[in-house]
Nanobody, 115 residues
Framework: VQLVESGGGLVEPGGSLRLSCAAS????????MRWYRQAPGKERELVAV????????NYADSVKGRFTISRDNVKNTVYLQMNSLKPEDTAVYLC?????????WGRGTQVTVSS
């Protein structure tokens, strides 16, 4: 299993970013996918979850209405569209898959929200 995140960067408050996570090594369309984030000195936080079909999603209260998780089961990719970004969204964003009871993680992509 391999998960590779991309799309992070530096953005001003109120701006937008779109993260991508390219997955390989498992039957992507059969598994839920998750985005987590970890800020310095804080615990890892679940940000968003999407079902295997993409029809069901769930979000942390802190990002509801601003972030959208989606997936493309042909491209084996999960996305996180982040709008109205705030400084408190600054973190490393990590893609996660639970395959046959085991957690797999990407290396993460840094998102920094600052003026």
């Amino acid at each position: 299993v391999q998960l590779v995140e991309s799309g992070g960067g530096l953005v001003e408050p109120g701006g937008s970013l779109r993260l991508s996570c390219a997955a390989s090594g498992f039957t992507f369309s059969s598994y839920y996918m998750r985005w987590y984030r970890q800020a310095p000195g804080k615990e890892r936080e679940l940000v968003a979850v999407i079902s295997s079909s993409g029809r069901s999603t769930n979000y942390a209260d802190s990002v509801k209405g601003r972030f959208t998780i989606s997936r493309d089961n042909v491209k084996n990719t999960v996305y996180l569209q982040m709008n109205s970004l705030k400084p408190e969204d600054t973190a490393v964003y990590l893609c996660n898959a639970r395959v046959v009871g085991r957690h797999y993680w990407g290396r993460g992509t840094q998102v920094t929200v600052s003026s």
